[in-house]
């Protein structure tokens, strides 16, 4: 056959279009819609083994005094391969983002306060009292600073705390296993330099004064394993935190928005942005500064709106006098640090979380222990017996129980 111009084009169009078929069903089956990707790079709560030398800290709270759906209020939360979990601050708002990482209260029971603003325990109530609806037993431990005086140190604000919660914890005597409601504060010197005030099953943690706002708040290190971890809570830049968290494998430390943003974003004037933004906080270029001098392995600025349009500033400031490993942190992203390597993902959450189960058995109510009501809020009750019976003896039947009615047994008397 004699092969003419345009049949050699045609020959080579074939050539082609057939190499490229074959390579487009090679992919197609590589990118099988049927099946997983290897990795995902994202950490979704509760599906991960913690390996025993590691350490995964997860912000539960990155954001600004007033929490905001994307943001709440100053949380951290580190997990440790032997089993141990600390919170360090528990922030407006944050009590919802520990919610979403699938652990029981339990293992959520102990909490170190940086200092008493807000926004950096403002949900303490909230873990306290709705950790024990979320099956909580243990007691709820509390660690924080002391003040210049003692009406302003922790010890002052938790017990008023539970004064405020007197009608809270008496509607629940006898309705649920309270054996979670006792809440064990330990007030330690603010003044106290690289002071141990803690140290069970390995770990070492750690306070130094801060400088924020009025005498009394501190910073932590948590030491176990090898790893160190610190976390400034609040504070200008200072000689305790150079000199005691150098070397840290996460140094965690404020860093406000720009105050530039302050007046641009937040509507103050100025003299304030600059006095807040400068001198209350520490700015992303002093702690750039900061970082530089203590080198971490993994340094993560937050207490700032994180934003399309605020990080470029915080980042620019930062990078004007600091170039080292660097995280800018928002709700929900997670560090897993060995000694090898430090992973820095996002978490995946379900919004439509419940709470685990008790990870010990929970004791039947005493119900001899209820306030009870007053004859005149009773007399106003309309029992619905039938309805009620009837819900009583399906439960009964499902789950094997004998439980009366009440008000089926107020009518046999
Ligand atoms: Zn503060
Ligand atoms: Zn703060």
Not at 348 to 359: L, M, N
């Amino acid at each position: 056959m004699k092969i003419s111009k345009i049949n050699i084009v045609y020959v080579c169009t074939l050539g082609i279009i057939l190499a490229f078929g074959i390579s487009l069903s090679s992919m197609a089956q590589a990118a099988s819609p049927t099946k997983a990707l290897d990795e995902q790079d994202v950490y979704y709560p509760g599906t991960e083994d913690l390996g025993s030398n590691e350490m995964r800290v997860i912000a539960c709270g990155t954001g600004m005094p007033n929490a905001r759906p994307k943001q709440a209020a100053a949380c951290w939360l580190v997990e440790l391969g032997n089993g141990d979990k600390f919170l360090f601050d528990i922030g407006s708002g944050s009590s919802e983002r520990l919610s979403a990482l699938k652990i029981p209260y339990d293992y959520l029971d102990k909490v170190f306060i940086g200092h008493l603003h807000s926004d950096h325990f403002g949900d303490i109530g909230d873990l306290w009292i709705g950790g024990v609806i979320g099956n909580r037993i243990n007691p709820l431990r509390v660690w924080g600073p002391s003040g210049p005086t003692p009406e302003l140190g922790t010890k002052y604000a938790l017990e008023h705390m539970e004064k405020m919660f007197t009608w809270d914890s008496a509607s629940r005597l006898g309705n649920v296993d309270i054996r979670g409601q006792v809440l064990e504060v330990t007030e330690f010197d603010y003044k106290a330099v690289n002071q141990e005030i803690y140290n069970e099953n390995g770990v070492s943690i750690r306070t130094i004064p801060a400088i924020h706002a009025l005498d009394g708040p501190v910073s932590f290190i948590l030491e176990w394993n090898g790893l160190k971890f610190a976390f400034s809570s609040d504070t200008f830049p200072n000689k305790w935190w150079m000199e005691h968290t150098k070397n840290a494998d996460i140094a965690i430390h404020e860093c406000f928005i720009t105050p530039d943003d302050l007046v641009k974003k937040q509507n103050w004037t100025p003299g304030a942005a600059l006095n807040v933004g400068t001198q209350v906080h520490t700015s992303p270029a002093q702690f750039g500064k900061v970082m530089s001098e203590i080198k971490p392995r993994m340094a993560v600025g937050y207490h700032f709106f994180n934003d399309f349009d605020t990080l470029p500033n915080v980042l620019e400031a930062v990078r004007s006098t600091y170039d080292g490993p660097l995280a800018l942190a928002t709700d929900y992203m997670v560090f897993n640090i060995t000694k090898d390597d430090i992973r820095v993902r996002m978490a995946v959450i379900d919004e439509d979380i419940w709470p685990q189960p008790a990870t010990q058995k929970k004791l039947p109510p005493d119900a001899s222990k209820r306030v009870g009501f007053s004859d005149f809020i009773s007399g106003g009750r309309i029992p619905y017996a039938d309805v009620v019976g009837k819900i009583y003896d399906d439960i009964n039947k499902k789950y094997g129980t004998n439980i009366p009615a009440p008000d089926s047994v107020e009518m046999e008397k």
